[in-house]
């Protein structure tokens, strides 16, 4: 079945500093991607879509400089976090749909747990 | 603004009975959704989704468009159905997908 892994699982990085999260289909490919966020016990917030080769579409409220988002290859997404702060910490998710497009069944990442001292 | 409401944030039945996890939508068209599952320490992982009318660990969705509803239910609850229930909405033309505020399930012995 369809595979998405994340690296890393967890980051503690000093406030200021820059964290690159990777998001990787491992076997099939991925024109689009789904960055999210979670806080302890919410829900999942979508923050942005990956788009291979063009632009991220950020959500409302997200701010495009701060999270860096790079989709350079059809099995690779990127979400860096700049010069991050504490408020920052969260839990990082990432998911791919299947062959049929974003439409279809996500596969989810095992996310990501930044914290930022 | 498409939205994707779950009222009750935890729920707890006793294995052998039935259950139901709401999900109610607002969205002007016709949605995709989805029920997702996170158990303990996994990653979320699809449950079913409306178009596949699939039943899967014995659980059921029913579209009902009228009422925009997407409730799940499964006649005789397990203890290993003790998980987080997600529902999730996206537009038919791919964009937002948007989850509810999900449901822990709890399914005690």
């Known amino acids: 079945g369809a595979v998405v892994s994340q690296h890393p699982s967890w980051v503690i990085c000093k406030s200021g500093t820059s964290v690159k999260i990777e998001c990787r289909s491992l076997?099939?490919?991925?024109?689009?991607m789904f960055w999210y966020r979670q806080f302890p016990k919410q829900s999942l917030m979508l923050m942005a879509t990956?788009?291979?080769?063009?632009?991220?579409?950020?959500e409302q409220g997200v701010e495009k400089d701060k999270f860096l988002i790079n989709h350079a290859s059809l099995t690779l997404s990127t979400l860096t976090v700049t010069s991050a702060h504490p408020e920052d910490s969260s839990f990082y998710i990432c998911?791919?749909?299947?062959?049929?497009?974003?439409?279809?069944?996500?596969?989810f990442g095992p996310g990501t747990r930044l914290t930022v001292l | 603004a498409q939205r994707v409401t779950q009222p009750e944030k935890l729920l707890s039945v006793f294995k052998g009975a039935p259950v139901e996890l709401k999900c109610n939508y607002s969205y002007s068209g016709s949605p995709e959704l989805f029920w997702y599952v996170q158990y303990s320490r996994q990653r979320l992982q699809l449950l079913l989704r409306h178009i596949s009318r699939e039943s899967i660990k014995g659980f059921t969705a029913d579209l009902n468009k009228g009422e925009t509803s997407f409730h799940l239910k499964k006649p005789f609850a397990q203890e290993e159905d003790s998980a987080m229930y997600y529902c999730?909405?996206?537009?038919?033309?791919?964009?937002?997908?948007?989850f509810g505020e999900g449901t822990q399930l709890t399914v005690n012995p």
């Open positions: 076997d099939f490919q991925a024109t689009t």
């Open positions: 998911s791919a749909p299947g062959l049929a497009g974003p439409t279809d069944t996500q596969y």
């Open positions: 990956s788009n291979e080769g063009s632009k991220a579409t950020y």
């Open positions: 999730a909405l996206i537009g038919r033309d791919g964009s937002r997908l948007t």
